[in-house]
Structure formats: C-alpha cells, structure tokens
Nanobody, 123 residues
C-alpha cells in the first residue's frame, strides 16, 4: 500500500486547509484510516481517524470542532478539512492505515504511512 499526502502549505491563523491522502496498491476493505502530526522536537500525535464505512470518526481534543475527517472509498482517498487553524497546528501531517477491525490512537499500531505534508500556520 502506498499513501501520498498533499494539500499542505503556509497559511495564517484562522485560515483553512484541506489535506488529501491518496492510497494505491492493495487497499484494505475493513481498515480504518488515521491522520497524525508531528511538530519539531515532539512525538507524533493522533489527530483523527475514520472507519472504512465512515460510520465512526474520532478526533483529538485539540482539533475537535475545527477539523473534519472524511473518506471516499471509490477514489481511495481520505481527506482532512482543517478550519480555524492555529499556530500550534504547525506540523508535518501524515496519513496512515490501521490493521483491519481496529481504530488505534497510538501510531505504533498503524502499519502503512505516507511521507507527510507540511502545514505551517503563522500568527
């Protein structure tokens, strides 16, 4: 499985961005997808996750109400709509595929990762 993120950039506080994650290769029909981020000098942290059917989503408290995760299985794409961005959202954002049947919060449990896309929010 190959995952490729796109959509990052430099924005001002209060602006919006939409990140996209395109999956190719052997895709998993029962796997949840997650978004993580990693700021310089910090550990990789959970941002959001979505089940295969989109029936369930979960968010980190720091982004709840501002970010929305969605997926289009026909296009093998997962999106992260980020609104009201803050300087503390600055990080490299990664998408990842979880093993079948679980939605872990820890990055250690995700098995495939993209290369990341940089998001920088200026104050």
């Amino acid at each position: 499985v190959q995952l490729v993120e796109s959509g990052g950039g430099l924005v001002q506080a209060g602006d919006s961005l939409r990140l996209s994650c395109a999956a190719s290769g052997r895709t998993c029909s029962t796997c949840a997808m997650g978004w993580f981020r990693q700021a310089p000098g910090k550990e990789r942290e959970f941002v959001a996750a979505i089940t295969w059917t989109s029936s369930s989503t979960t968010y980190a408290d720091s982004v709840k109400g501002r970010f929305t995760i969605s997926r289009d299985n026909a296009k093998n794409t997962v999106l992260l709509q980020m609104n009201t961005l803050k300087p503390e959202d600055t990080a490299v954002y990664y998408c990842a595929e979880a093993p079948p049947g679980i939605i872990p919060f820890s990055p250690a449990f995700y098995r495939y990762w993209g290369q990341g896309t940089q998001v920088t929010v200026s104050s």
